[in-house]
């Protein structure tokens, strides 16, 4: 166990509609990272937030968005959803100043 | 643009054996490298790590090998077992920025 929960596991949407998949680091941790992974793809960074703030963005569509809360947990919401966004979107956290992620796992998202 | 490439997608060890994974990356600036473990159904788990000022690291059965000129890295098991079947991620950062860039992962099966 990561220490990284992520829910829900699994959903299952229609292609148009709205979601939003959540994420508690482990405690201590003030980074969360997502990531998303396709088919035969790797893990695609997708945004960093570090104690409420974005720190990084990596390929993120513009119908997706994230956020980090004072409790630090974390929410990213994808809209307008396409059948190209059916994949495993995994949330990570890290200590300050470490580059070791842990990752939660997962939720695997399916839009038909 | 792909900066961390794992050419192999997928390899097959005899039980016993030695397993040898291999990665190259691209940008001249990453500095730490990290090596994940993915089983299915589970996110990534942290294998082993090194940093740019080492050329070899090792723990138990596991040994990183890092390559700068060639920009390639290596990881190696020995002796293979089944429970090493899994996918493998190789992963880089660069100093100051802590999201790791992965590449697509090779899977391994080890064959009893």
């Known amino acids: 166990d990561s220490g990284v929960t992520q829910t829900p596991k699994h959903l299952i949407t229609a292609t148009g509609q709205r979601v939003t998949l959540r994420c508690s680091p482990r405690s201590g941790d003030l980074s969360v990272y997502w990531y998303q992974q396709s088919l035969d793809q790797g893990l695609q960074f997708l945004i960093q937030y570090y104690n409420g703030e974005e720190r990084a963005k990596g390929n993120i569509l513009e119908r997706f968005s994230a956020q980090q809360f004072p409790d630090l947990h974390s929410e990213l919401n994808l809209s307008s959803l396409e059948l190209g966004d059916s994949a495993l979107y995994f949330c990570a956290s890290s200590a300050p100043g470490s580059e070791k992620l842990f990752f939660g796992s997962g939720t695997q998202l399916s839009v038909l | 643009d792909q900066q961390v490439k794992q050419n192999s997608p997928s390899l097959s060890v005899q039980e016993g054996r030695i397993s040898i994974l291999n990665c190259d990356y691209t940008?001249?600036?990453?500095?730490?490298f990290l090596w994940y473990k993915k089983y299915p159904a589970e996110g990534p788990t942290f294998l082993i790590s090194i940093s740019s000022i080492k050329d070899k690291n090792e723990d138990g059965r596991f040994t990183v090998f890092l390559n700068k000129s060639a920009k390639h890295l290596s990881l190696h098991i020995v002796p293979s077992q089944p429970g090493d079947s899994a996918v493998y991620f190789c992963a880089a950062s660069s100093t100051g920025g802590e999201k790791l860039t992965f590449g697509t992962g090779t899977r391994l099966t080890i064959i009893p």
């Open positions: 940008n001249s600036m990453f500095d730490y």
